[in-house]
């Protein structure tokens, strides 16, 4: 039984992204289904509908080939507003190249919307 399903889940992305396949399956939990949501509002993966196999809920995931690196960041450590910034340099390539997602008072969201709305949070992975 897997540990951490939401990392399970987004190096499952990494791969199958990178095999340059179309298609991926991967356990539904709530904030996967969330993480799913802020990668889909950021243009990273196409769509996600809920499947259930044999029982169990899934998560069929629609991929566009953009993701070059995903993953997460363990341990979650929490990100004030005024260290967003700092923060973006530590685990992003450059300057707007990517982002991170973190779970905050709003609900799982984007740095990028975390800024506009000058909350702080938990990061929970990055994706560039």
Avoid at 25 to 32: A, E, F, G, R, W
Avoid at 60 to 78: E, S
């Amino acid at each position: 039984m897997a540990v951490d399903r939401l990392a399970d889940a987004l190096n499952k992305l990494k791969l199958y992204d990178r095999l340059g396949k179309r298609e991926c399956i991967i356990h539904s939990t709530k904030l996967t289904k969330n993480v799913m949501s802020v990668l889909k509002e950021n243009g990273y993966v196409e769509d996600f509908e809920e499947v259930e196999i044999e029982g169990k809920p899934f998560l069929k995931v629609f991929l566009k080939g953009r993701i070059t690196d995903i993953g997460v960041i363990k341990p979650r450590q929490p990100v004030k507003y005024r260290e967003w910034v700092s923060t973006e340099s530590q685990y992003l390539p450059a300057y707007n190249i990517g982002i991170l997602i973190a779970s905050t008072p709003k609900g799982v969201i984007s740095n990028i919307q975390a800024k506009k709305e000058r909350i702080g949070g938990r990061l929970l992975a990055y994706v560039y």
